[in-house]
């Protein structure tokens, strides 16, 4: 059986094509997400890699933001279930997922069944999510997946006091302007985004083993910070970005095959 997995995210589309709830047979990642041509050219990229047509697959799933706005899929699920399924798919033993995406950011609690319990959500501010990585990312003219690698070579992280991403760019421009190192000024920007993540973590009970999902689970420097703040290790696929699209193939999997 054929189930198919859509995530039309805020920034970036994904497409799991999964055969009997477990195989994955492709994968596509377009940047560009809702209100953008990204959906569509990403179902096409995973189809074409896969060599499979549209009529082939017994049954389609969409999540994220963009979820509603797809016409022709089976299902409409939530992002938060999605990611769900998609962690326990990758880590079974997984009971925490730390979600950090383009706009939002969501701590998520999980059973051993793979089905979500209780979740908490920043969706208010882009503090703390990969829209404060992308808009320094763009005022320091560094690409937002060469951020880690720069943070690593930091000797004194600079400290980001603005709580507001508009002030802290104002910040950071000014620090730079003073002469504070490049790596300083982005492992700073890291340690930043994991300490709001890692506060609203901790109004969880956060059981193990943790995960993240998300784009920005690929920032090392980020996920580092993240486990310091939170007191344990984060478990990571380099698919992490993908939970969400895969969680919704496997819903479908799950819907279908009854
Ligand atoms: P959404 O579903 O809201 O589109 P995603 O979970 O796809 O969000 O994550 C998008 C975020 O991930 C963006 O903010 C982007 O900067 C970040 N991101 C994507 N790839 C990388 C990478 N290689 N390294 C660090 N951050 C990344």
């Known amino acids: ?39 569509r050219k990403a179902v096409e990229m995973a189809l074409e890699a896969a060599g499979v047509t549209e009529a082939e697959i017994d049954c389609t799933v969409v999540t994220g933001y963009g979820r509603n706005r797809y016409e022709g899929a089976d299902y409409i699920v939530s992002e938060l279930s999605c990611h769900a399924l998609g962690a326990h798919l990758t880590f079974p033993t997984v009971r925490t997922i730390i979600d950090i995406g383009g706009q939002d950011a969501k701590v998520i609690i999980l059973g051993a069944d793979g089905k979500m319990q209780n979740f908490l959500m920043n969706d208010k501010c882009a503090a703390g999510t990969g829209r404060f990585l992308d808009v320094m990312a763009t005022v320091l003219l560094v690409p937002v997946n060469e951020m880690a690698d720069m943070a690593a ?3 004194d992280p600079a400290s980001i006091s603005s709580t507001c991403t508009v002030f802290a760019e ?31 973590a901790k109004r969880m009970n956060i059981q193990n083993d943790v ?39 496997r819903y479908g999997w799950e819907k279908c095959s009854k």
């Not at 002469?179 to 982005?186: C, E, R, S, Y």
Request: aromatic share 2%; hydrophobic share 45%; proline share 4%.
């Open 211 to 249: 995960c993240m999902s998300g784009g920005v689970a690929q920032n090392g420097a980020v996920r580092k910070a993240l486990e310091a703040s939170i007191g344990k290790p984060i478990l990571f696929s380099p698919q992490a970005q993908l939970f969400g699209a895969l969680g919704a193939a």
């Open 1 to 39: 059986m054929l189930t198919f997995g859509i995530d039309i995210g805020s920034t970036t589309s994904k497409c799991v094509l999964l055969r009997d709830g477990t195989e994955i047979l492709a994968t596509s990642l377009l940047v560009g997400g809702i209100g953008t041509a990204s959906p």
């Open 153 to 155: 070579q930091a000797t």
């Open 170 to 200: 104002s910040e950071v421009i000014s620090q730079l302007a003073n002469g504070v190192a490049m790596p300083d000024l982005i492992a700073g920007i890291c340690n930043s985004v994991a300490v709001r993540v890692g506060s609203l």
